[in-house]
């Protein structure tokens, strides 16, 4: 059997009576300290913004869609994941007999991630699916779902280890980010280890994809997709056909 993790660790500070806390000051001295540390958080949200419109920009390499997939509804090949959206962003999730809590749990670090992750309908509303690809069974993927609250994450079974060995996620976990064009699939982004740390909001994975969050105040090169900034946002269950799948273009 493989290792299995034990439970919770408390925190350092559950353990420590007295720790250092921040200085005391005036509200008026607070304020002065809130507001050149806001000037410095806004800085490095304008940097973001300029990473991400940058990433929009990164060219494409084309890839074959020959890899193939089980799903709760039989196989399919790389296309197949799209769901007839445009963009496709597949996480490799670490749930297998040679991995960390097996056979009821999974890598510890995949699960942590999976429980961040924002509800796919918003990202889905924006054209772009997201996928967990796995190497268990679908018997034993439905099982982790029910017991970790993640039905509504589409978790597909890899069959063979070409996908894993061509896109970087063979020894770690990582995403890789693909856009198509009518049957064409090209690969766009990837990020793994601490990269993956800020990601799990809708706009995180819009940010790291070539359409962004298709808003208009974005910058993106000349022909991309934009429409009115908050306009589009619903409750997950309200945005009817917009986030079901959809029929290839």
Not at 144 to 169: C, K
């Given at each position: 059997?493989?290792?299995?993790?034990?439970?919770?660790?408390?925190?350092?500070?559950?353990?420590?009576?007295?720790?250092?806390?921040?200085?005391?000051?005036?509200?008026?001295e607070?304020?002065?300290?809130?507001?050149?540390?806001?000037?410095?958080?806004?800085?490095?949200?304008?940097?973001?913004?300029?990473?991400?419109?940058?990433?929009?920009?990164?060219?494409?390499?084309?890839?074959?869609?020959?890899?193939?997939?089980i799903?709760?509804?039989?196989?399919?090949?790389?296309?197949?994941?799209?769901?007839?959206?445009?963009?496709?962003?597949?996480?490799?999730?670490?749930?297998a007999?040679?991995?960390?809590?097996?056979?009821?749990?999974?890598?510890?670090?995949?699960?942590f991630?999976?429980?961040?992750?924002?509800?796919?309908?918003?990202?889905?509303?924006?054209?772009?699916?997201?996928?967990?690809?796995?190497?268990?069974?679908?018997?034993?993927?439905?099982?982790?779902?029910?017991?970790?609250?993640?039905?509504?994450i589409?978790f597909?079974?890899?069959?063979?280890?070409?996908?894993?060995?061509?896109?970087?996620?063979?020894?770690?976990?990582?995403?890789?980010?693909?856009?198509?064009?009518?049957?064409?699939?090209?690969?766009?982004?990837?990020?793994?280890?601490?990269?993956?740390?800020?990601?799990?909001?809708?706009w995180?994975?819009?940010?790291?994809?070539?359409?962004?969050?298709?808003?208009?105040?974005?910058?993106?090169?000349?022909?991309?997709?934009?429409g009115?900034?908050?306009?589009?946002?619903?409750?997950?269950?309200?945005?009817?056909?917009?986030?079901?799948?959809?029929?290839?273009?």
């Amino acid at each position: 059997m493989t290792k299995q993790e034990g439970p919770g660790i408390p925190s350092p500070s559950m353990g420590q009576e007295e720790i250092a806390l921040p200085g005391i000051v005036s509200r008026d001295e607070w304020q002065v300290a809130r507001d050149d540390l806001l000037a410095e958080e806004k800085a490095l949200m304008k940097a973001r913004d300029s990473l991400a419109a940058k990433r929009r920009r990164l060219p494409m390499t084309p890839v074959r869609i020959d890899y193939r997939f089980i799903g709760p509804d039989g196989e399919v090949n790389l296309l197949g994941l799209f769901a007839g959206r445009r963009q496709l962003i597949v996480y490799r999730f670490f749930y297998a007999p040679d991995v960390e809590n097996w056979p009821d749990g999974s890598c510890s670090g995949c699960a942590f991630f999976a429980d961040t992750v924002i509800h796919p309908a918003h990202l889905a509303a924006r054209d772009t699916t997201l996928v967990f690809v796995t190497a268990a069974p679908q018997e034993r993927v439905t099982q982790l779902q029910a017991r970790m609250g993640w039905e509504e994450i589409p978790f597909f079974t890899l069959v063979g280890d070409d996908f894993s060995q061509d896109f970087d996620v063979e020894e770690m976990f990582g995403l890789n980010v693909f856009i198509r064009d009518g049957e064409r699939v090209y690969r766009t982004y990837f990020v793994n280890g601490r990269g993956i740390e800020e990601i799990g909001p809708a706009w995180s994975f819009l940010d790291i994809t070539p359409l962004g969050r298709q808003e208009d105040w974005q910058d993106v090169p000349p022909g991309r997709p934009q429409g009115p900034t908050y306009e589009w946002w619903r409750l997950h269950d309200n945005y009817g056909d917009v986030a079901s799948p959809r029929t290839s273009r």
